[in-house]
Structure formats: structure tokens, C-alpha cells
């Protein structure tokens, strides 16, 4: 059973800097792609960053480029979301996500990712 567990999540000032934690178990990830998405109150979900587990490629957002980094730790089973320049409409609920891949996936469409933590609170003041 695979199991997504989330952590990290807060409240920080414009400005300022989270990193989110995904703790992933029950399975071997090396043929998954892990995504980060998040929601905000009122709107859709949407991506954010993803990231390759075996090939360590990384994918992210226009609006998230250049202030997040995603990164992984295969032995610790964890992927991290580093945060910096946070802004207003950075808030939402941040989701870590995985999806099974035989050579093709699709990091930035929700649907195709079969596996869901439970989600952690961002908040960003201004």
C-alpha cells in the first residue's frame, strides 16, 4: 500500500522560505514520477513541481520556476519541496503525489497521478 505523508507546512511572511517534506512508503518509486501540486481555497488544484524518481529529472510550474527546488532522497524515500520568495497566492494546500510510469508520464496532469498524501497548509502573509 503505498502511503504519501506530508509534512513541513506553515505560516510565513512574504518573503520568506518553507520546505516541505514527502515521506513515501510501500513501494519501490524507482518507476515513479513524484509531483508536488497545491489548492487554494475556491480554485482548482494545480501543479506545481514534479520530479523523476530514478532519473532524478525535474519539472516545474511558470509561476513557481526560479523560487522552488524539488529534490529527492532514495534512501530516505523522501522528496523535498524547498520554498523561497513566497508570495500571497502561494497559499493552498500543498499535496505530494506519485505516479507510475513505464518510460511516459505526465507530471503536470493531476489525474494521471494514482497516489495522494493528505496534504499540508501553506500560508503566506503579505
Known amino acids: 500500500q503505498v502511503q504519501l505523508v506530508e509534512s513541513g507546512g506553515g505560516l510565513v511572511q512574504a518573503g520568506g522560505s518553507l520546505e516541505l517534506f514527502c515521506a513515501a512508503s510501500?513501494?519501490?518509486?524507482?518507476?515513479?514520477?513524484m509531483g508536488w501540486f497545491r489548492q487554494a481555497p475556491g480554485k482548482e488544484r494545480e501543479f506545481v513541481a514534479a520530479?523523476?524518481?530514478?532519473?532524478?529529472?525535474?519539472y516545474y510550474a511558470d509561476s513557481v520556476k526560479g523560487r522552488v527546488t524539488i529534490s529527492r532522497d532514495t534512501a530516505r524515500n523522501t522528496i523535498y519541496l524547498q520554498m523561497n520568495s513566497l508570495k500571497p497566492e502561494d497559499t493552498g494546500v500543498y499535496y505530494c503525489?506519485?505516479?507510475?510510469?513505464?518510460?511516459?508520464?505526465?507530471?503536470?496532469?493531476?489525474?494521471?497521478?494514482?497516489?495522494w498524501g493528505q496534504g499540508t497548509q501553506v500560508t503566506v502573509s503579505s
Open positions: 503525489a506519485a505516479q507510475y510510469h513505464t518510460g511516459t508520464f505526465y507530471y503536470s496532469i493531476d489525474h494521471k497521478y494514482a497516489y
Open positions: 510501500g513501494r519501490n518509486f524507482s518507476s515513479y514520477v
Open positions: 520530479i523523476s524518481w530514478s532519473a532524478g529529472g525535474t
